[in-house]
C-alpha cells in the first residue's frame, strides 16, 4: 500500500502546505471612497518602503493628510519623504493615484482597480504595468502586459508608473536552498515531484517505461474524490484538436 498523494495531505490542513502569513505586513489596497476622498484632492507622504515577505517588490507606507494611513506597492522611482496625491484633480505624475477617466492615453499605470472601490486588483507583481488605450462611452480600454484588453469604469483608480523591481526576474536563482526559502515563504510546495516519474503504488499516473506520459487517461472528473483528483481536472477537451475544414 503507497502513501496518502500529495492532494490527499493538502487536504488535512497540515502547517507542511500553510503559507507563513503571519509575517506579512499589510494588504495593498486603496482608501475606501467616501464624500471626502471623492471630491478633495488629497495629499500624502511616503513614511516608510517596507519588504514584505512572500513579495516581490517593496510596500508604500503612506499617510494622508487626513491622517488615514494605507499601503500600497511601491511604484519605480518613489522614496520616502515624497509626497504623493490622489483624487480626480492629481498631476500625472509617478506614485500619483487618479480614476482612469483623468489618465491620458498612452499613460502607463499600475495597481489598477478592476471595480470602482475594490482597492486594486491587476497589475501588482514587480515590474508589472497596464497601458490605457482609449476612452469610449462604455468606458475605459486598458492593455494588460499578456496583451490582453478590457473595458473598464472610467471611475476605477489607478497609480501612475510601473511596480518596482521589474529586473527581480533576470536573476537566476544559483542554488535550490534559495529558491526552496523564496517558495516557502509564498506558501508554495517545492519541490514538486511528478506524478509519472512515480510508481503506479504513489500516484495514479505512475508507472511504464517512459516517464513522460502516463498509462492511464490524464483528465478527471470535477466531482473525483482527493486521491484520484490530480492531472487535467474537468478540461475542456481532451486529445489534439480537430483541423478545422
Not at 509626497?83 to 509617478?94: L, T, Y
Not at 472528473?221 to 490530480?230: C, D, E, I, M, N
Request: include cysteine; glycine fraction near 12%.
Amino acid at each position: 500500500m503507497g502513501k496518502r498523494l500529495r492532494a490527499q495531505r493538502k487536504g488535512r490542513g497540515s502547517s507542511t502546505f500553510k503559507a507563513p502569513t503571519h509575517k506579512r505586513v499589510s494588504a495593498t489596497k486603496y482608501p475606501i471612497i467616501t464624500k471626502i476622498t471623492e471630491d478633495k484632492l488629497l495629499k500624502g507622504i511616503v513614511e516608510e518602503l517596507i519588504h514584505d515577505p512572500g513579495r516581490g517588490s517593496p510596500l508604500a507606507k503612506i499617510k494622508l493628510e487626513t491622517g488615514y494611513t494605507f499601503y500600497s506597492v511601491a511604484t519605480e522611482g518613489l522614496s520616502v519623504g515624497q509626497q504623493v496625491f490622489a483624487g480626480s484633480e492629481a498631476p500625472v505624475k509617478v506614485g500619483n493615484i487618479l480614476p482612469l477617466g483623468q489618465i491620458p492615453l498612452g499613460t502607463i499605470v499600475n495597481n489598477i482597480e478592476l471595480k470602482v472601490g475594490d482597492g486594486g486588483k491587476a497589475a501588482k507583481s514587480s515590474g508589472a504595468y497596464v497601458t490605457v488605450i482609449a476612452q469610449t462611452p462604455k468606458g475605459i480600454i486598458v492593455k494588460f502586459p499578456s496583451g490582453k484588453s478590457t473595458v473598464l469604469d472610467s471611475s476605477c483608480r489607478a497609480t501612475i508608473g510601473i511596480i518596482s523591481g521589474s529586473g527581480r526576474t533576470s536573476k537566476p536563482f544559483m542554488k535550490a536552498g534559495k529558491k526552496a526559502k523564496w517558495m516557502k515563504a509564498k506558501g508554495r510546495a517545492y519541490p514538486v515531484t511528478r506524478g509519472v516519474a512515480m510508481i503506479p503504488a504513489l500516484h495514479p499516473h505512475g508507472g511504464g517505461s517512459h516517464k513522460s506520459r502516463s498509462l492511464k487517461p490524464t483528465s478527471v472528473s470535477r466531482h473525483a474524490p482527493p486521491g484520484q483528483k490530480v492531472g487535467h481536472i474537468a478540461p475542456r477537451q481532451s486529445g489534439r484538436k480537430k483541423r478545422k475544414r
